[in-house]
């Protein structure tokens, strides 16, 4: 089992950056592939980017392509968001996820494929 706490999140000026971190416990984390997922008010919670067990391998949603980075460092159990050019768009509660011991190259994209989520944290990114 493996618990996740984000943090990170903030008000933002469109146009600027924030950097996401969610830390895991347990002493397992390499076996998990990571994600990110965000819900905004009134929308369903949408798949924003995931990451492969090794890092080696990253998804991202067409939306945040080429604005948003994903890493993660294993021997600190934490996973990283990294946003730039954030838009109004980009609003929402952003949780972390894991998916214990998926293929090893897997980026898993559906809700279902994960196991543990964090609580959430939230962005705004004001016009």
């Known amino acids: 089992q493996v618990q996740l706490v984000e943090s990170g999140g903030g008000l933002v000026q469109a146009g600027g950056s924030l950097r996401l971190s969610c830390a895991a416990s347990g002493r397992t984390f390499s076996r998990y592939a990571m994600g990110w997922f965000r819900q905004a008010p009134g929308k369903e919670r949408e798949f924003v980017v995931a990451?492969?067990?090794?890092?080696?391998?990253?998804y991202y949603a067409d939306s945040v392509k080429g604005r948003f980075t994903i890493s993660r460092d294993n021997a600190l159990n934490t996973v990283y968001l990294q946003m730039n050019s954030l838009k109004p768009e980009d609003t929402a509660v952003y949780y972390c996820?894991?998916?214990?011991?998926?293929?090893?190259?897997?980026?898993?994209?559906?809700?279902?494929?994960?196991?543990?989520w964090g609580q959430g944290t939230q962005v705004t990114v004001s016009s």
């Open positions: 990451i492969s067990r090794s890092g080696s391998s990253t």
């Open positions: 996820a894991a998916s214990w011991e998926i293929g090893a190259a897997a980026t898993p994209a559906r809700n279902y494929e994960y196991d543990y």
